[in-house]
């Protein structure tokens, strides 16, 4: 199966930065759209933002725009989620998730049901 594999996760302070990394196992990201999703204890698992498979566009979460950024690095393979600013409530684990289908260059959603292949999260603390 198509396999994502996350990395970068840590505990910070508040207003502090982390990147996130995301990788492929088998495949080549650059064909794909890929999100960041994170679930916090108890809660449901969110959409935070999202990268087209080609144009870049992305997308994010209202309580993140401004905050955090989402790139590719065709060259390594991967999807970086660039997070500043962290707050508390970012807690939670992140994954990174990639659609059942190639993407069109246009495709970009923080919607949880279009996305069929998920990494195995890496943990996010802030906290004082």
């Known amino acids: 199966q198509l396999q994502l594999v996350e990395s970068g996760g840590g505990s910070v302070q508040p207003g502090g930065s982390l990147t996130l990394s995301c990788a492929a196992s088998?495949?080549?990201?650059?064909?794909?759209?890929i999100g960041w999703f994170r679930q916090a204890p108890g809660k449901e698992r969110e959409g935070v933002s999202c990268i087209s498979s080609s144009d870049g566009t992305s997308r994010y979460e209202d309580s993140v725009k401004g905050r955090f950024t989402i790139s590719r690095d065709n060259a390594k393979n991967t999807v970086t989620l660039q997070m500043n600013s962290l707050k508390p409530e970012d807690t939670a684990v992140y994954y990174c998730?990639?659609?059942?289908?190639?993407?069109?260059?246009?495709?970009?959603?923080?919607?949880?049901?279009?996305?069929?292949?998920w990494g195995q999260g890496t943990q996010v603390t802030v906290s004082s």
């Open positions: 998730a990639a659609p059942m289908m190639r993407g069109s260059g246009r495709f970009c959603s923080i919607l949880r049901y279009e996305y069929a292949y």
């Open positions: 088998g495949f080549t990201l650059g064909y794909y759209a």
